[in-house]
Every structure is written in structure tokens, then in C-alpha cells.
């Protein structure tokens, strides 16, 4: 077995990285269902709906993909609810159809984007692949996943310096 070297070890090679949190991500067919249910818990509030759409000229990794989005704020804890739009090949689309309706991903953020791309560095040294990757207007987007294919990501988020 290979062993890996330790994010500090890594942190020393790339740099410091000090990521912040920023929401946690959930994906399902049915956007408004899944926004009902969690808008059951007393206190949840909407905080964003909308449509994001990343056109292939937009995406250096990955497919081109629409998505229909909610933010909404359970306890304190920003969740955004995606459901694909008409993309089937599309990374989230075919999560979706392997996994269905289920936790995605931890997204974070960072204070730059050296920052964001050392923890891109890092996270491939540990094993973990690219499998998105867009530049919508200023922002740097990366989707990772483990090698082994399962089904739990990591978005990172950074302003494009």
C-alpha cells in the first residue's frame, strides 16, 4: 500500500491553504420536493433560486451543464439543492443516475485563488481527481472525487485572480 503524504507535508510543498465553508450541496430530480422538505424545519428560509448555466466555453474539465438551483438556510447551515436541466452528459447528471437523490458535495472557499489552486494540488497528491472544472465570469469552480468513483465531492471556490 502507498502511503500518502499528510495535507501538512503537502501543505509545505504547495502552500498554506485555509479554506472557508461555504454550503453543502444535495442533488435530486426534483428540486422543488426536496426544497418542501427542507423547508419544513422550522426557521429554514430561502436564500437563492435560480437557473446557473455553464456553456462548454465556460468548462475546462468536464461537460457543458444547466442546473436549477435553491439556497436555502436549515439551522444555520447554508444547503443548495441541484437538479440537472436537460444535460444528460453532464458530471452531476450522471451522479445522479448512478446514486440518485443524495448528499454531493462539501463546497469551500478560499481568500485566493493560489490558495484554491494549491488545495487542487494537494487533494491529486492524496488521490482525488478533477472531474469539473468552469470560470464563470471571476470565480475558478473544481469538483473532486475520489479515485475509487464514490459518489461524495469536494467544490472548490475562489474569485479568479
Known sequence: MEIKKSVEELMQEFGEVKPIFDHVGLLTYDREKAAEFLLSVPGSKVLVKKTVDFPQELVTVGSALKID?????????????????????????????????????????????????????????????????????????????????????????SMRE
Open 69 to 157: 438551483i435553491y439556497h436555502i438556510e436549515v439551522c444555520g447551515i447554508d444547503v443548495e439543492v441541484i437538479q440537472p436541466v436537460d444535460c444528460p452528459e453532464a458530471y452531476v447528471s450522471k451522479n445522479l443516475a448512478v446514486h440518485g437523490d443524495s448528499f454531493h458535495h462539501l463546497a469551500v472557499t478560499f481568500e485566493n485563488s493560489g490558495q484554491h489552486k494549491a488545495m487542487c494540488r494537494i487533494l491529486e497528491e492524496r488521490g482525488y481527481q478533477c472531474v469539473f472544472e468552469a470560470t464563470p465570469g471571476n470565480l475558478l469552480v473544481h469538483y473532486y472525487e475520489h479515485e475509487d468513483g464514490s459518489a461524495i465531492a469536494l467544490e472548490l471556490k
